[in-house]
């Protein structure tokens, strides 16, 4: 049974900083996997997806990595701004599968 | 067009009343997922539906859940005699076939936050 994992669980940050979020995973045997956000009351974002033959995907000032043998993901974000606080979600998927959450990171970034 | 609408957007109801929640995907999706959020349980997965083919329903917590999907398209899932701890926020995702284009990323409807009391 896969079991997904994120550290830290909360983190606040100045604004202006770099920042990474960890996720790791136990079944290595997965399709692709994603990072989303979910702010305050809302659905959740799809910020990045990464298939299982990829090592890294970016989309502006965020980058996610994944290095599946050693069943670990990183979602880095740059110049970080206090628009950019929300609770942040990993998943993974097995082909056509249902998605497998890690407990997410809250990120509050001070202005 | 539009993305994944969900319907009620809160529900209030007494213990051992029966729920329905409403979903509909975006126009085309062939997948759908239903996910439930609860407070000390994070996301958990609940039933997915795939075109014609029989659904997955091996995270329905209990018999008295249920789902169903009309028509390849809208979704409904029932909650039979509501206790208080199927208190939680119900998601439900759409997405492409697996594998039709070069991303599977599933997409979230708003949720409806269901209180049982």
């Known amino acids: 049974k896969q079991e997904v994992t994120q550290i830290p669980a909360a983190l606040s940050v100045p604004e202006g900083e770099n920042l990474v979020l960890n996720c790791s995973f136990t079944d290595s045997a997965i399709y692709n996997l994603q990072w989303f956000r979910q702010d305050p009351g809302k659905g959740l974002t799809s910020l990045l997806l990464?298939?299982?033959?990829?090592r890294e995907q970016t989309s502006g000032r965020l980058n996610a990595s994944l290095d599946k043998s050693s069943g670990r993901s990183t979602l880095y974000i740059a110049a970080s701004q206090p628009g950019d606080s929300a609770t942040y979600l990993c998943?993974?998927?097995?082909?056509?599968?249902?998605?497998?959450f890690g407990a997410g990171t809250i990120l509050r970034v001070k202005s | 067009g539009a993305g994944v609408s969900q319907s009620p957007s809160n529900k209030v109801t007494e213990k051992g009343k029966d729920v329905e929640l409403r979903c509909d995907p975006i126009s085309g999706h062939t997948a759908l997922y239903w996910y439930r959020q609860s407070l000390g349980q994070g996301l958990e997965f609940l039933i997915y539906?795939?075109?014609?083919?029989?659904?997955?329903k091996s995270g329905l917590p209990s018999d008295r859940f249920s789902a169903e999907r009309t028509g390849g398209s809208v979704s409904t899932l029932t909650i039979q005699r509501t206790q208080q701890e199927d208190s939680a926020v119900y998601l439900c995702?759409?997405?492409?076939?697996?594998?039709?284009?070069?991303?599977?990323?599933?997409?979230f409807g708003p949720g409806t936050r269901l209180t049982v009391l």
């Open positions: 995702a759409s997405s492409l076939p697996p594998g039709s284009t070069s991303t599977d990323t599933q997409y």
């Open positions: 539906f795939q075109g014609n083919s029989a659904p997955d």
């Open positions: 998943a993974t998927q097995k082909y056509g599968n249902k998605l497998v």
């Open positions: 990464i298939q299982s033959s990829q």
